[in-house]
């Protein structure tokens, strides 16, 4: 076998070891019913299974009226306060906050004007990166996705770390902050080297400013020119905050418990969450989403035309466009139903950076596309619960219409929730809990044990 396939490749032999893995890992969906299992732990209408208590953050989807669940209009409360609200006070004065988002959720505390300085100019010192780091170990074997670039840099960083394997909480503590300041120079960095060694463009490696906002650093350190408006910055901050934090079941957040209860050091549990959250069905679905439009922008004729827009919403859950999978995204979620408060605060930034960018269409035909598209599931599907459009369905054309590669989509979202799994982290280890180890029931039939020469 060549060598440079070895990896890769999908040998006869490989295929046939393929088909027996399938046929023995395929489980009866009666039996899900049978035995009451709640699959990804949520029960049909999406509620989910109570795992855990949490301080962070709280996700509301219903009100309870006459012992019934009765739909909402979603809302998103950090440490308390509503996530609208939080957005809100930094529009009336006109100021980034990721870094003030990042010291309540971390602390359970909106900081002071002194505080807010020393806790970001805690950042603007961590964001060095070590000596020859980019060099040696970004530089080398790019990889064409930066969340494995991302985790792999994540996990590097333990060999620089003379107290990696500490988790007493002030080392914890430390080490998120860390992480916190780092995440968008190896993100920016992994996606530079990508861009250079195997698209042949340019390659910038800018320093991080210290004075400079996470989301002005993105920008400086990701353009050739280090140019970029202050709307710019200030809607690229805001789509931070709004992906900072989502509740503690959340996949990659439910990630971060699952491994820090087993003990493990800081790195290791990022790395976990990094790799849940490149997942399709979690923070890579923007990029779906700007895809499937695409797409739909190449088939459909007239974008005004909602007949049109209409008959391919059809063939997309038909499995007749697109990528063939029967799904509309951006549209629906785990728990919202009526609606998401994340996508409701970033559309109405989206409609002016559109008109600023000049692509006020391309705005009109989602905005038919949200408004079209519950309906249309509603007629093809039987639906347990309200279908509105989440937050991925505008993040990605915020960020295309930012000029931001689609390669670095989900590492902004890691950018803005790592700071959401610091805080679990860190509540994780305060609390002391048992290793998180739910119960599988095997349905397997006991058999004999046959000698080798008899089979």
């Excluded at 299992?37 to 996700?59: C, M, P, Q």
């Excluded at 906050?97 to 359970?108: D, K, M």
């Amino acid at each position: 076998m060549n060598s440079q396939n070895v990896y890769s490749e999908i040998t006869p032999e490989i295929l046939e070891l393929s088909k027996k893995c399938v046929n023995t890992s395929q489980i009866d969906p009666e039996l899900y019913t049978k035995y009451e299992v709640k699959r990804g732990l949520r029960d049909i209408n999406g509620k989910g299974v109570l795992a855990g208590l949490t301080d962070i953050s709280e996700v509301l989807s219903y009100t309870v009226v006459d012992n019934e669940m009765v739909p909402c209009e979603g809302q998103l409360f950090y440490r308390g306060y509503n996530v609208k609200d939080l957005v809100g006070g930094l529009i009336k004065d006109d100021r980034f906050g990721y870094e003030e988002i990042a010291y309540l959720l971390l602390t359970g505390e909106l900081p002071n004007a002194g505080q807010l300085k020393t806790f970001s100019d805690m950042i603007g010192n961590y964001r060095n990166l070590p000596t020859s780091f980019v060099r040696d170990i970004i530089m080398k074997a790019p990889s064409q996705d930066m969340m494995n670039t991302l985790a792999r840099s994540v996990l590097t960083l333990y060999s620089y770390d003379n107290r990696a394997d500490d988790i007493s909480l002030p080392n914890v503590v430390r080490q998120c902050m860390q992480l916190i300041a780092l995440f968008p120079m190896l993100s920016v960095y992994g996606y530079q080297a990508y861009s250079h060694y195997h698209d042949g463009n340019s390659l910038f490696i800018h320093p991080p400013v210290a004075e400079l906002s996470t989301a002005e650093n993105l920008l400086h350190i990701l353009r050739p020119d280090s140019s970029y408006t202050a709307f710019e910055a200030k809607i690229l901050d805001i789509a931070l905050i709004l992906h900072m934090e989502h509740g503690g079941g959340n996949n990659s957040t439910f990630t971060t418990h699952v491994v820090t209860s087993s003990g493990t050091d800081t790195y290791s549990s990022m790395a976990a969450s990094l790799g849940s959250l490149k997942g399709p069905k979690h923070g890579g679905a923007n990029i779906k989403v700007v895809k499937m439009f695409e797409d739909m922008k190449s088939v459909v004729k007239d974008w005004t035309d909602e007949d049109e827009v209409r008959n391919y919403l059809k063939n997309l859950l038909h499995k007749e466009a697109f990528d063939h999978a029967g799904l509309i995204y951006g549209m629906g979620h785990a728990v919202y139903s009526i609606s998401d408060p994340r996508a409701d605060i970033f559309k109405s930034f989206v409609q002016k950076l559109a008109v600023e960018k000049g692509r006020e269409e391309e705005f009109n035909l989602y905005s038919m596309v949200e408004r079209l598209a519950p309906i249309v599931i509603g007629e093809e599907r039987r639906i347990y619960k309200g279908v509105s459009a989440n937050v991925d369905f505008y993040s990605g054309f915020v960020y295309s219409m930012l000029d931001l590669p689609p390669e670095l989509f989900t590492p902004i979202f890691a950018i803005a929730r790592v700071v959401g799994w610091s805080a679990h982290r860190i509540e994780e280890l305060a609390n002391g809990g048992k290793i998180i180890r739910p119960a599988y029931k095997s349905i397997a039939k006991h058999q004999k044990y046959t000698s080798l020469d008899q089979r």
